[in-house]
């Protein structure tokens, strides 16, 4: 079951067993076990210039860096924050801007 898909000329889907799927033009091109738990309203971030996936656990309040070559996970960050996260969006220089439930906005530069 898909969960959330980010796009940056491929397409990056991750499922709730935490598999995460790149496609090219139509085309699978890997697939790759994580090994993290995705839950649903998840959000997978990126940018086009990026080499890293930015998947946003909002209940959990953390955020997994991953490889988008090989899936692999290189760190994970969390907010020191009791409130659960709204959403969250990503700029143009990796930024990673969240809102949590509480009207505070977080500014992670990863």
Known sequence: NPV?????????????NGILTTYYKGTKEAEVNT????VKGSNLLTTPNSQYLYLINKGLGRIYVLTKESGTLLK???LNSQE???DA???DDQTI???SKD???WKVVP
Do not use: N, W
């Not at 959330?4 to 709730?16: H, M, P, Y």
């Not at 090994?35 to 995705?38: A, F, H, L, N, R």
């Open 4 to 16: 959330s898909l980010a796009i940056d000329g491929k397409l990056f889907v991750i499922a709730e």
């Open 35 to 38: 090994s993290i738990p995705v």
């Open 76 to 78: 994970t960050l969390k």
């Open 84 to 86: 659960p996260i709204v």
């Open 89 to 91: 969006s990503i700029s």
């Open 97 to 99: 801007y969240i809102l």
């Open 103 to 105: 009207d505070r906005v």
